[in-house]
């Protein structure tokens, strides 16, 4: 039996990039597709931070809605995007090979203002209180909007700069030369990975979907996942993790940290562990953070954020 495998995606151009590369990818195999582009909340409420808006996967729901529905057979996310926590009847059923990991700073060609005062612009709240602890005399502005929007936006606004992830300037082709990347940022959980998603039952679609996994990225993302659920951050909460495998050693280098949102709380952890152990990486390193202070600031945290 064959069937056409409908591909579901926002309608951004970065979006559409990543559902024309799995489509690309899945007709290299022999297989039938269709794209069906949906605008999701996300993209719609943009006057908005996205933790005030008080929805996890604000970007996933209305896909998740089209898949349970039958209007579409998979889903095509920035990985970083999707909650841990998946509907019912939904399962991940590939990670595509991992690209650019980094955040980067945008900035208009003089970077003077990294000593001085200035105003820096993002939507995460991951990487504005990872700016203000290392430049706690900046100013941090919302932004909000696909990728080309805000490139647009920081042109259009007197900001000194604005933090973007590398993989989605790199993927569409927009990446300036003005741009410093933030090494010392430690990116969000499964950042610069693409997931596909399916309905637990469609064994065809999943067949030929898992075709298309890299392993060493889907256990990369699983320890930081694991990482960010046990910390119950959902994507509202100051959390990065990055885990990379170390072919030499065969061993799991892992990165967290958990910030207050002001930035002047850091708790961090770094870990290096044989490559067997990593299945309870990321929820070990999270209960290190926990009972190291992590349970008092998550609770700050969400009081902060109800606020």
């Known amino acids: 039996m064959t069937k056409k495998i409908r591909i579901g995606t926002r309608d951004s151009e970065l979006a559409l990039w990543q559902a024309n ?6 007709q290299d195999l022999g297989y039938a597709t269709e794209i069906i582009a949906v605008k999701s909340d996300g993209d719609i409420i943009l006057d908005k931070p996205l933790y005030e808006l008080g929805i ?11 898949m349970i ?6 889903a095509v996310h920035s990985m970083k995007d999707v909650p841990t926590a998946l509907p019912k009847g939904i399962v991940q059923a590939a990670v595509l090979e991992r690209a650019n990991v980094l955040d980067i700073l945008v900035h208009k060609g003089n970077l003077d203002f ?7 612009a993002t939507g995460s709240l991951r990487r504005q209180s990872q700016w203000w602890n290392k430049y706690p005399n900046h100013t941090v502005v919302d932004l909000r909007g696909n990728v080309n929007t805000r490139m647009q936006k920081l042109k259009n ?75 119950e951050g959902g ?73």
């Open 56 to 66: 996890t996967g604000i970007f996933t729901k209305t896909l998740d809605i089209a």
């Open 157 to 231: 606004n007197d900001w000194n700069g604005a933090v973007f992830a590398a993989a989605g300037l790199e993927r569409i082709n927009i990446k300036p030369d003005s741009f410093i990347n933030l090494d010392w940022m430690i990116p969000a959980p499964a950042q610069g990975a693409m997931v596909i998603v399916a309905m637990e039952n469609d064994a065809f679609t999943i067949d030929a979907v898992s075709q298309l996994n890299d392993i060493e990225t889907e256990i990369c993302t699983y320890i930081e996942r694991q990482f960010l659920r046990t910390l």
């Open 114 to 120: 990294l000593n001085s005062e200035a105003t820096i």
């Open 235 to 307: 994507c509202t909460a100051p959390i990065g993790a990055l885990a990379k495998y170390n072919e030499e050693e065969d061993t799991i280098d892992f990165k967290g940290v958990l910030l207050s949102i002001d930035g002047k709380q850091k708790l961090e952890i770094d870990k290096k562990v044989d490559i067997s152990e990593w299945k309870k990486l990321g929820f070990n390193s999270a209960n290190e953070i926990i009972e190291n202070g992590g349970s008092d600031l998550m609770a700050k945290i969400k009081n902060e954020l109800k606020k």
């Open 69 to 74: 529905n039958g209007q579409v057979d998979i």
């Open 21 to 26: 590369t799995v489509q690309k990818q899945l």
